[in-house]
């Protein structure tokens, strides 16, 4: 976790302990039923428990992590529900984004997104699981921004948590990284030439790769799930 002085002070304390310890949990370095004590992050950074207390309630929103009285606060397992709600949500939202997109784009925004899937094929070919996942984020996250709507990927990106967690534990073996990037490009390209019924059916096809990987992960990884 990085020290907050070198962090965005524009940003409340709470919220960027809530991030960095989003991150821990999305990328399993915090294990899923594991405890958390306030009092050990609060001396890790330096703060008093009161932003780290703000920071469990709103993890604790977001289904993260459960606050059992007197017992204490933990990650909660993957829920293989929730993780299906959320792509529900996930996908009626985004084929909405697609199809406006064909409609109205933003040139400027445009020129940004081939950058973010050359990051793409770096973080790839490095084997750079995490940083595979971030340029994922910001290729998505741009499309909306371009479409006009950057509102729906705020929603999206609360829910997709219960997404990533999973999308995780598939990255470390995943020979399909370079198939992922391919789908973004045939989405992009469906975009640019402002194919509405193309670009829809390219998400759904990439937003469908985790429901795939799903029974195989839920085999070797029973003890990580509720």
């Known amino acids: ?19 960095e310890i989003r991150k821990a949990i999305v990328t399993l370095a915090m294990k899923p039923g594991a405890p958390l ?35 204490g606060t933990f990650v909660v397992k993957i829920s293989v529900e929730r993780m299906l709600e959320a792509r529900f949500v996930r996908e009626s939202l985004e ?24 990051a793409q094929e770096l973080a790839a070919a490095a084997g750079e699981h995490y940083e595979f996942q971030r340029a994922d984020e910001a290729f998505h996250a741009a499309i909306a921004e371009g479409a ?34 391919t789908q973004h490009r045939t989405i992009l390209a469906a975009i640019d030439r402002r194919d509405p019924d193309g670009a829809e059916a390219a998400l759904r096809t990439h937003l469908s790769e985790i429901l795939r990987a799903l029974p195989t992960v839920q085999r070797e990884h029973r003890d990580l799930f509720e």
């Open 1 to 19: 976790m990085a020290p907050l002085d070198l962090l965005d002070q524009t940003t409340s304390i709470a919220r960027l302990i809530e991030l």
């Open 37 to 71: 004590s306030e009092q050990e992050i609060a001396v890790r950074y330096g703060v008093s428990r009161q932003p780290v207390r703000e920071a469990f309630i709103a993890l604790a929103r977001s289904g993260l992590v459960e606050v059992l009285p007197r017992r």
């Open 95 to 118: 084929s909405a984004v697609v199809r406006r997109a064909c409609e109205r784009f933003d040139a400027r925004v445009r020129t940004r997104i081939d950058f973010h899937l050359e």
């Open 148 to 181: 006009g709507c950057p509102s729906a990927w705020t929603v999206i990106e609360d829910l997709k948590a219960h997404m990533d967690r999973v999308c995780h534990l598939t990255l470390p073996s995943a020979s399909s990284l370079p198939g992922l990037i």
